[in-house]
């Protein structure tokens, strides 16, 4: 479904207002599809599912957000578009950095928070954000390289035998090609990069937090969480045995986590 610019995989479901409301925030060069197993679950067990494509990425129409802060202005406008006063936010790597932002910039609104694959600060090396202006294609295949720990988890997201690195390499140009005016690589690592806000932000959260980290997470290793964790009052954290990419290496752990956490 489309909400005002912003496209909204629902799960299969029709959206109803007296559900309780759920919405899953993408990474740099993802889409909705990396939260497939879980935002079907979700729908088809008394949630209303808002799986986003960010504004300026594949079917959501816009400027891509040059920062968190603009992204997370946009996840407020999608809750207040579609009518929803208070959700859950489940967000990864770029996306868990919106959600957090969103949740301290109105902590009425967000009754969950769950950082997937999560850092502060979120650093880009200099020279990925180089070559991902110069050579997006060999950036992308970098990004690959460090975001997985296996080729074909059994089962992956897709089914057993999934080859995760050509899946996700075909997806990220796909997301790259989606906006030919403005470079969605860069801008989402140049987001990552700047935020400034994270431990600031954690501080504000009034809502239960759920860290979910790859044990062999080599873009955002859980160490690199810490300084969140510590900030957070209401966390629980949750290591799996997987890269970057958790919600396709893991996928039922990923499950798992969110239905005790959320309690479905």
Known sequence: MKIGNIYAYTGGKDFDAAKPTAVFIHGVLNDHSVWILQSRYLAHHGWNVLAVDLPGH????GEPPASVEKASEA????????GVQQAALIGHSFGSLIALETAARAPSRVSHLVLVGTAFPMRVSPA???????APMKAIDMVNTFSHSTLAPPPSALGPGTWLYGGSRALM?????????VNV??????????????E?????????TLFVL??????????????????????KVVKLPAGHSLMTEDPDGVLQALKDFLKV
């Open 128 to 134: 990925l954000l180089e070559s991902s202006v110069s």
């Open 75 to 82: 996840i407020l406008a999608l809750l207040d578009a579609a």
């Open 214 to 235: 790859g044990q062999a997470d080599q873009m955002t290793p859980p160490k690199a969480a810490q300084s969140l964790v510590s900030k957070a009052s209401n966390a």
């Open 200 to 208: 600031a932000a954690m501080e504000k959260v009034q809502c239960p």
């Open 173 to 181: 140009r796909r997301v790259l090609a989606s906006n030919p005016k």
């Open 185 to 198: 690589f860069f801008t989402g690592f140049k987001a990552c990069d700047s935020y400034a806000n994270g």
């Open 58 to 61: 594949c079917k959501s129409s």
